[in-house]
């Protein structure tokens, strides 16, 4: 139970009492700053606490975006201060402040010292928001828009106050701020618009975000499993469920952003839900196609090897300009320019083949062609959508000078995932930082791969295995502060996975692919539980788990001594046997950390791509 503080003089015919007990608080009457003060210190401390003027005038909604975001140890609107467990200290501080310097009196004999809310009438709630912004406590202010919330000083200015809520509909303000800000076409045309009164039915009926996301993995994994029927009415089911999934996929958002039902838990089901939800369709697809007699397990996992390289290229450049200073560039003024223009907005949104557009774009192939089609569509855009996006961002890149920061270094090496034999060999390497890190990356996936596909699972592989090690220790000898050093993770990926993709194809026998499938997807799992960790501020994968599944070297390494000292059908047992132990590692470690360690929740507002 969460416990609201009202403060300052009751006002005859008010409804906070009431909405503020729609929204979970037992309400509690101070009267005066004092009084304030020792009800706070009777809340117990695991629990939320609001202050809240009683003299407030505001939508409910207004109310809840400001005392009840589960993200925020602080948070205030106009009239109105929350913190949670985490923020309790500041606010006690705060709180005691205030009550000194009132000198135990009323909430109307506060010193005129202070910025007083609307009309200059004196708040507790207020000087408590004011001191602890002077203090950078880190108070969450909510864009609260149309929506209204006042502290009014007289009468002429509540009928106002009060007029002005009347002129706006809170629940039509609450439904619309339940879809995305910002969206692909597809979802925002096609989907959005009844999407979010399912997210209200279900939310009103007491589903949960968690229990929608769940919902959508099951519709999902039938679609898969219709697929791999390998039927004209399975391949057309499999589109209807893929669609189907998908607006699930957007109503759990919506509904947690309607109800503000955010949580550590969610953010890492919703965020690695949609990559198995893909990645198991691929699987349905190969798996009809083999019904039909179409081996086409090798685009399956090329689809999904460009898919999540394509990530890891959004996620280091994000991550390498988090914070960057001098964060312009020639580029960057352009894309703002575009966008604002209201086609080209469309445009440059729907080519990067955002998720909305690319799973319409499977599910309706999959219903009227075949499953070699839908790869060969698929390859083809998502191979544009990268083309065009890393052409930008590497423009960014060169013509900006920003001044990359020890944050921003740390986490493009923790994306890089280097294990124990690229590290040790970097630390040996002496010389000053080089520029052409990037470079020695790139080269050494390309000798890797070119090499696997040259001769095929053989000793020579091994051995450009050993040259990729060295050239990936020389990529990451020095912090990666770089123009283009936010590159090094993804080309660590691409010669990972293209590896591990050629060797299989060149084993040339039964289930080396679908075994190569299987390994890829559970390393990729461990790269996307990376990047969530970074973006929750929770600190990169334990360096024991990178230890143990060797990092992208180690792993690489691996894979082609296997290929050159087993026979195919001994390789394609060891990969299996190598996918099910990173699988375990990696999903143990992850259910342990988000769902037990308190990490802070995610709200994820979409894919970059």
Not at 18 to 23: C, I, K, N, Q, V
Not at 160 to 181: C, H, P
Not at 251 to 256: C, L, M, N, Y
Not at 287 to 311: E, K, N, P, S, Y
Request: proline share 5%; charged share 15%; glycine share 8%.
């Amino acid at each position: 139970m969460s416990t609201a503080i009202l403060t300052g003089q009751p006002v005859p015919g008010s409804s906070i009492e009431g909405d503020l007990r729609s929204l979970g608080f037992d309400v509690r009457v101070a009267s005066d700053a004092a009084d304030a003060e020792t009800l706070l210190a009777q809340v117990p401390g695991d629990q939320r606490v609001a202050v809240v003027d009683a003299r407030f005038v505001g939508h409910p909604h207004a109310l809840r975006l400001g005392l009840t975001d589960p993200r925020f140890p602080l948070a205030a609107i106009p009239g109105a201060v929350t913190a949670q467990p985490a923020g309790r200290q500041a606010l006690t501080r705060a709180m005691a402040r205030e009550s000194s310097a009132d000198g135990g009196t009323t909430g109307g004999g506060a010193p005129a010292r202070t910025k007083l809310s609307v009309g200059d009438v004196d708040s507790l709630a207020d000087r408590i928001v004011t001191a602890l912004d002077a203090e950078n406590a880190g108070v969450h202010h909510p864009e609260l828009g149309s929506l209204v919330a006042a502290v009014p000083a007289d009468p002429q200015a509540r009928n106002e106050a009060r007029q002005a809520v009347a002129d706006v509909d809170d629940e039509a303000v609450r439904l619309k701020s339940a879809v995305k800000s910002r969206d692909g076409f597809f979802t925002t045309h096609f989907i959005s618009p009844y999407s979010r009164y399912i997210a209200r039915w279900c939310a009103r009926r007491g589903l949960t975000p968690n229990q929608v996301t769940t919902a959508s993995l099951l519709t999902a994994l039938i679609a898969a499993g219709s697929a791999a029927t390998g039927t004209r009415a399975g391949f057309i089911a499999a589109g209807v469920l893929l669609i189907a999934s998908f607006v699930l996929d957007c109503v759990d958002g919506q509904i947690a952003r309607y109800s503000l039902q955010y949580s550590t838990l969610g953010a890492w089901l919703d965020a690695t839900f949609d990559r198995a939800k893909e990645y198991a369709y691929y699987a349905g697809l190969a798996l009809g196609a083999a019904r039909g007699g179409d081996d086409v397990w090798a685009l399956a996992l090329g689809a999904m090897i460009l898919q999540t390289c394509r990530h890891v290229v959004d996620f280091s450049f994000n991550e390498a300009n988090h914070d960057a200073t001098a964060n312009t560039s020639p580029t960057a003024a352009l894309s703002d320019k575009l966008d604002s223009v209201g086609w080209t907005v469309w445009i440059r949104r729907m080519i990067v083949l955002p998720i909305g557009e690319r799973w319409a774009m499977i599910a309706i192939l999959t219903a009227a062609t075949t499953p070699r089609i839908t790869f060969y569509a698929l390859l083809v855009g998502c191979a544009f959508a990268a083309t065009y996006t890393t052409a930008g961002r590497v423009l960014r890149s060169l013509t900006r000078k920003a001044k990359r920061t020890d944050r921003a270094a740390q986490a493009l090496a923790d994306l890089a995932d280097s294990g124990p034999l690229a590290e040790g060999i970097a630390r040996l390497l002496p010389g000053p930082s080089r520029p052409t890190a990037p470079l020695s990356a790139a080269a050494g996936a390309l000798l890797v791969t070119l090499g696997a596909w040259a001769w095929g699972p053989s000793w020579w592989v091994v051995l450009m295995a050993g040259g990729y090690i060295m050239l990936s220790a020389e990529a990451i000898e020095r912090p990666l502060k770089g123009a283009l050093d936010w590159l090094i993770p993804p080309f660590f990926r691409a010669a990972e996975y293209c590896t591990v993709l050629v060797l299989a194809a060149k084993a040339d026998v039964n289930g080396a692919l679908p075994a190569a499938f299987g390994l890829v997807a559970a390393v990729a799992y461990h790269h996307y539980d990376t990047v969530y960790r970074i973006r929750g501020n929770a600190g990169a994968s334990p360096a024991w788990l990178v230890r143990a599944i060797g990092g992208h070297e180690g792993r690489t390494l691996l894979v082609t001594v296997l290929a050159a000292a087993l026979t195919a059908s001994q390789f394609t047992v060891a990969l299996t046997a190598l996918a099910v132990a990173v699988a375990l590692l990696v999903l143990v470690e992850s259910i342990r950390f988000w769902v037990s360690s308190g990490a802070p929740a995610v709200h994820d507002e979409g894919e970059p791509a």
